[in-house]
């Protein structure tokens, strides 16, 4: 699920998901916000808003994005 495998298309694979949003996260977005943007660029191929979440997570697990204080993801800066 997270990487493609036979059954797992490598555009449905959660790794794949997850870059599609870090590049949407040029600036700081709240979730609902990342959801409508990621909505509109996977048009031609909807994904579910769980899948979403998941992908969201699997950012929040490799580090690559936070919460601030306002409630609003950002890209980690630097390592």
Do not use: C, H
Request: charged share 25%.
């Amino acid at each position: 699920m997270i990487l493609p495998t036979k059954n797992i298309s490598p555009n449905r694979a959660l790794l794949t998901l997850a870059g599609r949003i870090f590049e949407e996260l040029g600036s700081p977005r709240t979730v609902s916000g990342a959801w409508d943007e990621f909505r509109r660029q996977q048009e031609d191929r909807p994904v579910s808003y769980a899948f979403f979440i998941l992908a969201i997570d699997l950012l929040f697990l490799m580090k690559l994005v936070f919460l601030d204080d306002n409630g609003l993801i950002r890209r980690r800066m630097g390592g």
